[in-house]
């Protein structure tokens, strides 16, 4: 089993920034793939970035150039750099972890954009 503990949400003005934070324990395989989720109300939980073991990345279209996916190995933790906010940006943001064909879910951490 992994367990996984986001932080880092919160209420941020358009055109802010957040640092979100991701941290795994447990059973963790050396190679996986970490990344995150998000789920904006009424709308279907979408990809936002992910990033391997070894350091490759892939984003979604519609966050690519304002959101920046970084990992530490040694800590088991994955960041989600996140500048630029837009208020269709507002969602809960969900870690998740795959490894071996297993796929873990953190509890969520809410972006909220506002002024």
């Known amino acids: 089993q992994v367990q996984l503990v986001e932080s880092g949400g919160g209420l941020v003005q358009p055109w802010g920034s957040l640092r979100l934070s991701c941290a795994a324990s447990?059973?963790?395989?050396?190679?996986?793939?970490m990344g995150w989720h998000r789920q904006a109300p009424g709308k279907q939980r979408e990809l936002v970035a992910g990033?391997?073991?070894?350091?490759?990345?892939n984003y979604a279209d519609s966050v690519n150039g304002r959101f920046t996916i970084s990992r530490d190995n040694a800590k088991n933790t994955v960041y989600l750099q996140i500048d630029s906010l837009k208020p269709e940006d507002t969602a809960v943001y969900y870690c998740?972890?795959?490894?071996?064909?297993?796929?873990?879910w953190g509890q969520g951490t809410q972006v909220t954009v506002s002024s």
């Open positions: 998740y972890e795959l490894q071996s064909g297993s796929v873990y």
């Open positions: 447990g059973n963790i395989f050396s190679i996986n793939l």
């Open positions: 990033i391997t073991s070894g350091g490759s990345t």
